[in-house]
Structures are given as structure tokens and as C-alpha cells.
């Protein structure tokens, strides 16, 4: 196994980038997703130096170095697909940290360079593994790198609770920039930022419904795991953040409606980001028009740049089967996670803790 030599120039830090973390606006999206519908409010994350997750990566980091698991300028290690990568670039910056990240080959080369580009030492693993695809194979590579780093720190995204803490800032925002919020829509992989925005919104709003957004194919919620073409949303895990008590309810949603509703916010909102955007975007629209006179607000974690070469480009959606102008304009219902196979957008308004017992599951 070879040696991994980082650069230690930037041990001290520049904690003056914290300053620039959030304060994100607040849209109003009023396009048609697919179909006419009154609006909804927007986080735009995207804007915010970072995106969305460079809030949740601060705080795993200074929770870390407050326990003394971090030391001062110690590695971190972590897997991604990308979006909490440049959370951590961002981190590592300005807490004085080097970042190694282990991604996979699916990884978006604009992604790799950009990574790099912010100083990451980048490591990509070629092959999926048999049993929980290229999440488990980042992971088994993760560990590798950190007998190779006996000093590095791994934040663990998905069990790591100042994750979730990293999102009171987010929640902060939005109870300020909103009057009312009647539903909050949330994409949902690690479980942080769901966690993280929803208790305290409710303190403000008791009567809040929180809705969650899962990919097909993913195993969050209880579906079986399959192969995912879609990154930032859902996982081959079970994620201990993931706080199922809070959800009203799940929608799935497939690669064609995410994408459909991508090119649409780009169209004719122009504001746009990549598959958890669209998701979001699409379940939100859909909550506007089936309750009148509501309250919505969802949360785009990042922009559209890096998805130029998938869910903007129509040689990528042809060749992967995606057909935007096609996609489902309402979801199937179906009654229990388990029932059925979700293989394009579905809700479900049964919520339960896949890994519970029947006595410990939230009806």
C-alpha cells in the first residue's frame, strides 16, 4: 500500500472564510413542475460559499477538535459523491485542515478537478462492491486510508450528530425569512440537514409537516437496495441520523422527473442545481398545488454546475434511458415501504424505521 504525503502549509487555518458560511436567500418558485402550480419557497444553498453541506462539515470538524479528536492540523478522511467534498475543502481551509476524500469513478470530472482544485487529495475506487455498491466500496477504501493516517479524523457523515447541528444556522435563516411554513420538504441521504432544520422550525411552527425525498433504489425508507443513477440523495445504508420519527411522509423520485424538473427551474426560474434540487423541487410544486393556500418550502443544497454533463446533457439522458419530457406529472400512491418497488416517483405516507421492530415502528 503507498505512502499518502499531504500538505501541511495549511496548518494555521484561515478562520476568517467562517464569516462567509450561509445567509443564503430565499426564493419563490412559481414555474410549472410539470404542471401549474401556486409556489413555493427556496433555499438556495447552491449560493452560499460551500453549498449546503459546508454547513454540516464546519460543525463535524469544530465538534472534533472540541473533543480532541482533531487535532490542529490533522488530516480528515471522508467518502463522498461529491457535494459534501467541497463542504470539506471549505472546512479544511479555514480550520487548517488537509482533506483527503475518497470518491468513485461515477465521480463528475468537473467535480475531480474542482475538488483538486480547492487542495484535496482525491482517491477514487474503480469497482463496486457485491454488496452495497460504490458507497461500501468508498468506505472499505476509507478505512484503508486510515491505517495509513493514524493521526487523520473521519467525520462519519452519515452517524455523526454535529451533522445534524451543523443545520441550526439553516433553520435559523429560514424562521427568519418565512412568516408561516405549513410543510417543509426535504431531500434526504445522510439525514442531517431533515434532522437538523425540522425540530427547530417546529418549534416555531408546531403543526409543520415535514415531507422526505428519497431516490428509487435506495434503501433509506425500506425499499431494496438498487443500482442509483442519481448522487446527493439517498444511500446503500442506513444512516443513523435519520430521524423517521419526524416524516409525515416519502417520496421516491426517479431520474427522469428529477431531471425533468432541473431543466425546468432552469427554464423558467433560473435557479437550478442537480438530482436532489429537481426532487425537492418536483415534491414541492406537487405539495403546493394538492393543498391550496399552504405554506411550502424545500431547500436546493447546490447549484447546476457540476450537473452540466448529466441532467443538463441530452447525450447523457439518452444514453442512460432518461426521457425528461416523459416523466410522471403526479406520484403512485402506495401503502407501505415494503409493498411495493418504487421504480419512478411514489409517496408513501407510512413511515418507518427500516432497521426497528414492528412494536418500535412510527405508524
Not at 460504490?134 to 484503508?144: E, I, T
Not at 434526504?188 to 408546531?206: C, E, F, K, Q
Not at 409537516?209 to 440523495?233: E, K, Y
Not at 431543466?263 to 442545481?273: D, E, K
Request: a neutral charge.
Amino acid at each position: 500500500m503507498t505512502t499518502i504525503l499531504l500538505d501541511s502549509a495549511r496548518a494555521t487555518g484561515n478562520r476568517e472564510l467562517l464569516g462567509l458560511l450561509g445567509r443564503t436567500p430565499l426564493a419563490r418558485v412559481t414555474v410549472d413542475l410539470p404542471c401549474p402550480q401556486p409556489g413555493f419557497w427556496a433555499k438556495l444553498e447552491g449560493l452560499g460559499v460551500g453549498g449546503m453541506k459546508a454547513r454540516a462539515a464546519v460543525s463535524m470538524l469544530l465538534g472534533a477538535r472540541k473533543r480532541g479528536e482533531l487535532r490542529p492540523g490533522a488530516p480528515v478522511v471522508e467518502s463522498t459523491s461529491g457535494t459534501l467534498g467541497i463542504g470539506l475543502a471549505f472546512a479544511g481551509q479555514a480550520l487548517g485542515h488537509p482533506v483527503v476524500l475518497v470518491g468513485d469513478r461515477e465521480l463528475e470530472h468537473s467535480m475531480r478537478q474542482l475538488l483538486c482544485a480547492h487542495g484535496v487529495r482525491l482517491e477514487l475506487v474503480d469497482r463496486p462492491a457485491a454488496e452495497g455498491g460504490w458507497q461500501a466500496a468508498r468506505l472499505a477504501r476509507l478505512r484503508q486510508l486510515l491505517t495509513l493516517l493514524p493521526d487523520a479524523y473521519w467525520p462519519d457523515q452519515y452517524n455523526n450528530p454535529d451533522n445534524t447541528a451543523g443545520y441550526a444556522s439553516l433553520a435559523a435563516e429560514l424562521a427568519t425569512q418565512l412568516d408561516h411554513l405549513d410543510v417543509l420538504v426535504c431531500s434526504v441521504g445522510t439525514g442531517g440537514h431533515s434532522a437538523g432544520i425540522s425540530g427547530p422550525l417546529r418549534r416555531h411552527w408546531p403543526r409543520m409537516r415535514l415531507i422526505g425525498v428519497d431516490a428509487t433504489g435506495s434503501t433509506i425508507f425500506g425499499q431494496p437496495a438498487r443500482p442509483r443513477l442519481m448522487r446527493g440523495l439517498g444511500s446503500s445504508i442506513h444512516p443513523r441520523n435519520v430521524a423517521y420519527d419526524a416524516f409525515d411522509e416519502v417520496h421516491w423520485v426517479g431520474p427522469a422527473e428529477a431531471a425533468d424538473a432541473c431543466r425546468r427551474l432552469a427554464r423558467g426560474a433560473f435557479v437550478s442545481g442537480g438530482w436532489s434540487t429537481g426532487a425537492v423541487a418536483l415534491v414541492a410544486a406537487w405539495a403546493a398545488r394538492v393543498h391550496p393556500g399552504t405554506v411550502v418550502a424545500t431547500v436546493f443544497p447546490d447549484g447546476p454546475h457540476r450537473y452540466l454533463g448529466n441532467v443538463f446533457d441530452d447525450d447523457f439522458t439518452t444514453a442512460h434511458g432518461i426521457a425528461p419530457a416523459t416523466a410522471a406529472t403526479r406520484p403512485v400512491e402506495i401503502p407501505h415501504p415494503k409493498a411495493v418497488e418504487a421504480t419512478g416517483w411514489a409517496r408513501c405516507r407510512t413511515v418507518t424505521d427500516p432497521l426497528a421492530t414492528p412494536q418500535e415502528e412510527n405508524p
